[in-house]
Each structure stands twice: as C-alpha cells, then as structure tokens.
C-alpha cells in the first residue's frame, strides 16, 4: 500500500519561511515525478513545483517562482518544498504528489501511478 505522508505546515508571518517534508512508502521511489500542489480558500488546485524523478529538472508556477524551492532524496523517498518570503497568498493546503507515467528503463517496465498525500495546511499571517 502506498502512503504520503507531508509534513511541516504551520501558521507563519507574511516574510517568513517554512519546509515541507513528504515521506513516500512506495517501491521504487526514484521512477516517479514528484509535484507540490497547493488549494487556497475558495480556489481550485494548483500545482507549485515539479521535479523529475532524478532530480536534475525543477518546474515552478510563476506564482513562487524566485521564492520556492523543491528538492528530493530518493535514499530516503522524501521530497521537500523549501518556502521562503511567504505571502498572505500562499495560504493553503499543501499536496504532496507522486506521479508516474509509463516507460521502460532497459529490461524494466513501469506502469502509470498517480498517488496524493492528504496535505499539510499552512497558514501566512500577521
């Protein structure tokens, strides 16, 4: 069974920084694109960041582009979202994200997957 589990959200002042840590009980970890996604108050999902499964590509919505930083350990299956200068705006509940599309990686096939943590709320206020 598959489990993400975020963590790290919280209530913090506009300016403030906060890290996001998703912990992923999965096999084989390293063949999935991870994303963060967010949902404010009366908005639609969205998704933050992106990165590719060995980490050399990073994607940012041009919302927190500059500000927002995601990374991954695939030692130990946890992918981080690094916030800084937090805006009132990015008040919402965060998603963690794992997501596979199908490929073949020499004798190895990987089906499609599609997993989502149940999100980590944070909060930015004065």
């Known amino acids: 069974q598959v489990h993400l589990v975020e963590s790290g959200g919280g209530l913090v002042q506009p300016g403030g920084s906060l890290r996001l840590s998703c912990a992923v009980s999965?096999?084989?970890?390293?063949?999935?694109?991870m994303n963060w996604f967010r949902q404010g108050p009366g908005k639609e999902r969205e998704l933050v960041a992106t990165?590719?499964?060995?980490?050399?590509?990073?994607n940012y919505a041009d919302s927190v582009m500059g500000r927002f930083t995601i990374s991954r350990d695939n030692a130990k299956s946890t992918v981080y979202l690094q916030m800084k200068g937090l805006k009132p705006e990015d008040t919402a509940v965060y998603y963690c994200?794992?997501?596979?599309?199908?490929?073949?990686?020499?004798?190895?096939?990987?089906?499609?997957?599609?997993?989502w943590g149940q999100g980590t709320q944070v909060t930015v206020s004065s």
């Open positions: 994200n794992a997501e596979r599309r199908p490929y073949r990686d020499g004798p190895d096939w990987y089906t499609a997957a599609d997993y």
């Open positions: 990165i590719t499964r060995t980490g050399d590509s990073t």
């Open positions: 999965v096999m084989a970890f390293s063949t999935y694109t």
